[in-house]
């Protein structure tokens, strides 16, 4: 019976043991999730190649370069294209260098093409992101991921269902300016420490702000939503500007809060609007703006002191039939 009694102990003894090692090799591991190293000439030469990459948990260091694919055309004398047939999943990874999808060389604009999916999930980039006037033809998703610096999608065409910005940091200016949108862009949760601009954008499909955090400046001057867009408890910490948009589809700003000046001046609302619950302080402006089915008379927007609404010239229109929402 004592030599059982000492067996066990000993067993008992052991797998404590083990399981104290097991802990200590995952707290080891989670703490250097991204000690491998990975050199960007690895990935700009698979990018050349036309082979898929993917990788996760990895440092990068130097640029990537998307301008490396040799398949490649003119599209216009000015705009020289990179065609990217590769699918791309960077899951929690850390970039050193830049992102390079766009290049200005001897009045000559070098763009990127991507026919397949491109994911960078989870990931930071510590230097200037830039896909101007690229073209998206697969899924793009960028979810919770950190940008340190300047990034730019100015002039993208985002032809996919979907595509995802959600939990995502900006920590420094964005430009979504000029875009064209044929799926979903879900900005769920995102923060911008920078001035953001979206002017002269155009969605044709669902838009998601919801929960997201605008720290400074942001402009939406001149857009075009053609579907429902979502703005409910976003924050907006300086001046916004929505002016001169056009609203097609559902338009909602429930329990939102407005901390400066809030500008919608010149807008046309087409669809059911809600700011139900919102919060005002400084001057919010519907100055000069046009209502079909809702009357921003019957907005339940709390203002707090010093602060007002301006309603000059609102006009509210019913029983229209509006039928095209895409001739606009």
């Not at 036309?50 to 130097?62: A, H, L």
Request: net charge positive; hydrophobic share 35%.
């Amino acid at each position: 019976m004592k030599n059982i009694i000492i067996l066990l102990t000993g067993i008992f003894f052991f797998s404590c043991s083990q399981t104290t090692e097991n802990k200590d090799i995952n707290k080891d591991t989670n703490k250097d999730a991204r000690s491998k190293i990975v050199k960007a000439l690895e990935i700009n030469n698979k990018i050349k190649n036309q082979t898929n990459i993917q990788y996760k948990d990895v440092t990068i260091i130097g640029d990537i370069d998307f301008l490396f694919s040799e398949d490649a055309n003119f599209e216009t004398p000015y705009m020289y294209k990179h065609h990217i047939s590769s699918f791309i999943i960077f899951y929690n990874c850390t970039f050193k260098g830049k992102i390079i999808g766009y290049k200005k060389v001897n009045d000559v604009y070098k763009v990127s093409n991507f026919e397949k999916n491109l994911t960078f999930m989870n990931c930071t980039f510590q230097d200037t992101v830039n896909f101007k006037y690229a073209d998206f033809n697969g899924l793009v998703n960028m979810s919770k991921s950190t940008f340190q610096e300047f990034v730019s999608f100015e002039s993208c065409n985002f032809n996919f269902k979907k595509n995802y910005f959600s939990q995502a940091k900006f920590l420094k200016q964005l430009r979504f300016n000029l875009v064209f949108a044929r799926g979903d862009i879900n900005f769920f949760e995102a923060v911008f420490d920078d001035n953001v601009l979206f002017q002269l954008s155009k969605f044709n499909n669902p838009v998601t702000f919801s929960s997201s955090k605008f720290n400074k400046n942001a402009d939406f001057t001149s857009c075009k939503f053609y579907d429902d867009i979502f703005l409910n408890y976003a924050e907006f910490l300086k001046k916004i500007s929505f002016n001169n948009t056009v609203f097609k589809g559902r338009t909602e700003f429930i329990d939102s809060k407005f901390n400066f000046i809030s500008e919608f001046k010149n807008c046309i609302y087409f669809g059911k609007t809600k700011y139900n619950n919102s919060t005002v302080k400084g001057v919010f402006s519907f100055e000069n703006s046009y209502f079909y089915v809702s009357n921003p008379k019957n907005f339940s927007f709390n203002l707090e002191n010093g602060s007002y609404l301006v309603l000059d010239k609102v006009k509210v229109f019913q029983n229209i039939n509006l039928k095209d929402k895409k001739t606009l």
